[in-house]
């Protein structure tokens, strides 16, 4: 157990040094605000629901770390994340237009986060606890899974159950042209759970109050 701990936490060390690249250039908020024309059709419509690979809700970035969002678009742009549409968008994005809208959706919605009172503790049930030990979510997405230990790490605490089970299934993916994520640390984690137990986990997360939001944005203004 020691040496699968170690090496997952190794894994994920690694990844948070390649993805530091991300931010290297350096984000304008405002910059970014002018840039969101192609993010808003679906990540500025609350409840708005995406089909591929399975219908889901697409995810809450407003109040997600920049770095994590920029990250993740380097990896849609260089096909390490599999998906038709984001890989698209990504490939159109220069590495400052990037920074830009990691910069915007990092601090995007901060007030509305901000005005809402602090939620007690969840804890989770026997089963949850288990499957968390076993995958060692905590190490990474830390306690109650809205302050990652590093930023490269997405926040998933209040995130929607059925896009966080998507995106924990797309890690066990091989050999897809179409679906599929690329990263150690979580095909390890999730390799060894069955989809009825990630399902679980997708469930807990998205049950626990966290920082990201839709905040509604109009194309017109």
Same mark, same amino acid.
């Given at each position: 157990?020691? *040496? ?29 605000? *002018?840039?969101? %024309?192609?993010? !808003?059709?679906?990540? #500025?419509?609350?409840?708005? *629901? ?12 407003? #109040? *997600? ?23 698209? !968008? ?7 237009? !990037? ?15 901000? &005005? ?6 969840? &804890?989770? #049930? %026997? ?45 066990? %993916? &091989? ?13 390890? %984690? ?16 998205? #049950?626990?109050?966290? &920082? ?10």
């Amino acid at each position: 157990m020691n *040496q699968t701990l170690t090496t997952l936490f190794a894994l994920a060390v690694a990844c948070a040094t390649a993805s530091s690249h991300a931010q290297e250039v350096k984000g304008d908020v405002q910059a970014g605000k *002018q840039k969101i %024309a192609m993010c !808003i059709g679906c990540h #500025g419509i609350a409840g708005y *629901q995406a089909s591929f690979p399975e219908v889901h809700k697409v995810p809450m970035i407003s #109040g *997600q770390s920049g770095k994590y969002i920029a990250a993740a678009l380097l990896a849609y742009q260089k096909g390490e994340r599999k998906h038709p549409t984001m890989r698209s !968008i990504a490939e159109s994005l220069s590495e400052q237009d !990037i920074a830009d809208l990691a910069a915007y959706y990092e601090q995007h919605g901060k007030s509305a986060a901000a &005005e809402r009172p602090a939620a007690s503790a969840r &804890e989770p #049930g %026997a089963r949850v606890a288990e499957l968390m030990q076993k995958g060692d979510c905590v190490s990474c997405h830390g306690a109650q899974f809205s302050k990652p230990t590093d930023p490269a790490f997405p926040k998933v605490a209040g995130q929607h159950a059925d896009y966080l089970l998507v995106a924990l299934k797309s890690y066990k %993916a &091989e050999k897809n042209a179409r679906i599929g994520r690329s990263n150690a640390a979580m095909a390890v %984690a999730v390799k060894q759970l069955s989809n009825a137990e990630l399902k679980a986990l997708a469930n807990y997360m998205s #049950g626990l109050e966290g &920082e990201l939001r839709t905040v509604p944005q109009p194309l017109f203004r």
